[in-house]
């Protein structure tokens, strides 16, 4: 019932910078909090940021410094800055939104399909 849409991967050299974006559609009463995941391959998927629906914000400690999370409320959408990129950061990010799609609904977790990172030494 809610459709996260990524862009913005792609491919770029150690010390560059790429902004992700994701856009949150369908029905939707309210979103709590918005994140972002990443993937490496043989490695477990693991939390890289997020924001909540109050402008609080988490990072991984492997980011921090590097990475900044915002959220546009208007547009149901989440960015995430990357700076300072490193070879390491080299993964599958996949969005990730805790919803509602209606009042008298318990919130519930989407994912969106995700979008390649790849970060060359």
């Known amino acids: 019932q809610v459709q996260l849409v990524e862009s913005g991967g792609g491919l770029v050299q150690a010390g560059g910078s790429l902004r992700l974006s994701c856009a949150a559609s369908g029905r939707i009463f309210s979103i709590n909090t918005m994140g972002w995941y990443r993937q490496a391959p043989g490695k477990q998927r693991e939390s890289v940021a997020l924001?909540?629906?109050?402008?609080?914000?988490n990072y991984a400690d492997s980011v921090k410094g590097r990475f900044t999370i915002s959220r546009d409320n208007a547009k149901n959408t989440v960015l995430l800055q990357m700076n300072n990129l490193e070879p390491e950061d080299t993964a599958v990010y996949y969005c990730?939104?805790?919803?509602?799609?209606?009042?008298?609904?318990?919130?519930?977790?989407?994912w969106g399909q995700g979008t390649q990172v790849t970060v060359s030494s």
């Open positions: 990730h939104a805790v919803a509602a799609v209606a009042s008298y609904l318990p919130p519930r977790t989407y």
């Open positions: 924001i909540t629906s109050g402008g609080t914000t």
